[in-house]
């Protein structure tokens, strides 16, 4: 019997826009192991090659399927130390699952879930999957508690080094925390147990309230520890060069969404966070930054509107200058977004904002577009088409268009090479920079890009860090 792919369940729109509870709510072990036997066992799987950690998915699955779930954990956690969090944030269509061989005539096996189903029952069990290393006596420091960081820490512990990590934030997790909004990733259930299991079992030290370049220098990490992983992320958020972008009702997807999650916005007035959503709303962009902040306002103002969620006359726009071919957002967020209610504009871009009388934004002056050409990024260009401005009314706009790192780690620190972008020059295979001593890896050194692959270069760091204490190699 053919067993077809099995589905995620979740709460339904009308339900999950008056909340910021998860949405997708897991799979039980009936589904998972459904699920696992959709697995062909193939002899040689491309799946794996499609994971930046290589995680040996056909053997963790198999596991999954026999019910063996210490097994499960041990092997995932052997290359993944926060699997319920990837499993509910990597995009899985375009890495592991664009591989499985099931999808070249169907549906390819849902590896995304049956991970998370791994590492949630990790976290149920408390079960870390591997332990210390014996002390090597080496001491390294890890700048930033993000997904790079982290994934760095897990594996240092591992060889048996002493690892500290310094965060800036009074919490740890990076963009995992003041990004990712509660309905994608719960903060307590999720992040704080996974980061506290690895903590824990690893013996990983983690400094809240660092501000390393003010707190404490790099040159006077460098004279403390044998090594140091810079993991500082892209915190920075990028505008558009247009008129108006002063006007009150104006801001950066990164403060609305740290206002919502970092700060607990959402629990206004419960938790102190004033947060301002428009009636009319529009996010320029169509990342997950993009889709995550338009889910956040649309669900702000059904919760404002009252029990009954009456949004009456409010909207939630995704204002994108390509097609709905080139979105970089996850499927899965794309669509629920949709079934949410949120409004995309495809083909239009802004090119000024407009205000009223006391300075808040009253309209978005837009033009249409046309696709060219690819570009850099080897999606199709997109070409303004001349005469086709309109207005669009609205009372605020997010801008959800990129971020660059914070130059804040390095001041007071001279010769870390960096590019025009602001990004650390590191080796890709190693996360070497310039200096001799100090390691980087994950959106500091590529610019935004995913959580897995921030992880994968901390966890080819700690490998090269590794070498490098046991004078295997030179930095
Ligand atoms: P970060 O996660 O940014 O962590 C860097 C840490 O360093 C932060 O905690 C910061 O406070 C700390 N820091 C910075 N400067 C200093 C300093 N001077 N001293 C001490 N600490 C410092 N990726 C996906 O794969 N799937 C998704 O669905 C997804 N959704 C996203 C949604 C949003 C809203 C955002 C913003 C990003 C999303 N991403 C997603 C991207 C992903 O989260 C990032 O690529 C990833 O977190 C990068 O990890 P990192 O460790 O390099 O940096
Ligand atoms: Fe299983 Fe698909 Fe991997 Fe083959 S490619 S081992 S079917 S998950």
């Given amino acids: 019997m053919k067993i077809p792919r099995q589905a995620m369940p979740v709460q339904?729109?009308?339900?999950?826009?008056?909340?910021?509870?998860?949405?997708?709510?897991g799979f039980t072990l009936?589904?998972?192991?459904?699920?696992?036997?959709?697995?062909?066992?193939?002899n040689e799987p491309h799946c794996m090659e499609g994971c930046p950690v290589q995680v040996n998915i056909p053997e963790f699955i198999e596991a999954v399927r026999t019910g063996e779930m210490a097994k499960a954990v041990q092997i995932m956690k052997?290359?993944?130390?926060l699997p319920a969090i990837c499993g509910r944030v990597c995009p899985q269509e375009v890495q592991c699952e664009s591989?499985?061989?099931?999808?070249?005539?169907?549906?390819?096996?849902?590896?995304?879930?049956?991970?998370r189903f791994v590492g949630d029952y990790a976290l149920t069990k408390k079960a870390f999957g591997v332990t210390k290393g014996p002390s090597t006596g080496k001491k390294?420091?890890?700048?930033?508690?993000?997904?790079?960081?982290?994934a760095c820490a897990a594996d240092l512990g591992r060889m048996g080094h002493d690892v500290t990590i310094f965060e800036s934030l009074h919490t740890p997790g990076g963009v995992l925390v003041y990004g990712i909004p509660e309905f994608r990733?719960?903060?307590?259930k999720v992040i704080r147990a996974e980061i506290e299991t690895a903590a824990r079992a690893l013996g990983i030290r983690i400094l809240t309230d660092y501000v390393i370049g003010r707190t404490l220098t790099i040159d006077e990490l460098l004279a403390e520890y044998d090594a140091i992983f810079l993991g500082t992320g892209a915190g920075l958020p990028m505008f558009m060069r247009i008129p108006g972008i002063n006007f009150n009702g104006v801001m950066s997807a990164n403060e609305f969404l740290t206002r919502v999650n970092l700060m607990k916005g959402y629990r206004f007035p419960e938790f102190d966070t004033p947060v301002k959503v428009g009636r009319r709303?529009?996010?320029?962009?169509?990342?997950?930054?993009?889709?995550?902040?338009?889910?956040?306002a649309l669900r702000l103002q059904s919760i404002r509107a009252g029990t009954n969620g009456n949004r009456t006359g409010a909207e939630v726009h995704i204002v994108y200058r390509r097609s709905p071919a080139e979105v970089p957002a996850r499927l899965e967020e794309v669509e629920h977004a949709r079934e949410e209610g949120v409004i995309f504009d495809f083909l239009t871009n802004p090119v000024e904002i407009l205000g009223d009388d006391e300075g808040k934004v009253r309209a978005m002056r837009c033009i249409r577009m046309e696709l060219g050409e690819p570009d850099q990024s080897g999606r199709r260009s997109s070409i303004p088409v001349e005469g086709s401005e309109f207005e669009m009314e609205v009372d605020q706009v997010i801008f959800a268009l990129g971020t660059t790192p914070n130059p804040l780690v390095f001041s007071n620190f001279e010769g870390l090479q960096r590019t025009r972008?602001?990004?650390?020059?590191?080796?890709?295979?190693?996360?070497r920079t310039t200096i001799k001593g100090i390691w980087a890896g994950g959106d500091v050194v590529t610019g935004a890009a995913t959580v897995i692959s921030a992880m994968g270069a901390g966890k080819r760091a700690a490998a090269d860090i590794d070498r490098y204490l046991k004078g295997e190699a030179d930095s």
Avoid: W, Y
């Fill in 140 to 150: 390294v420091a890890i700048v930033g508690s993000g997904p790079a960081g982290l």
């Fill in 12 to 25: 339904g729109p009308e339900d999950r826009v008056q909340n910021f509870t998860e949405v997708a709510m």
């Fill in 421 to 431: 972008h602001g990004t650390v020059m590191a080796n890709q295979e190693t996360g």
């Fill in 281 to 296: 709303v529009a996010v320029i962009g169509a990342g997950n930054v993009a889709m995550d902040s338009a889910r956040s």
């Fill in 30 to 42: 009936d589904l998972a192991r459904m699920e696992a036997e959709r697995c062909l066992k193939c």
């Fill in 99 to 115: 591989r499985c061989i099931l999808g070249k005539r169907g549906e390819p096996v849902a590896i995304g879930r049956l991970e």
């Fill in 78 to 81: 052997s290359k993944n130390n």
């Fill in 185 to 188: 990733l719960p903060k307590e």
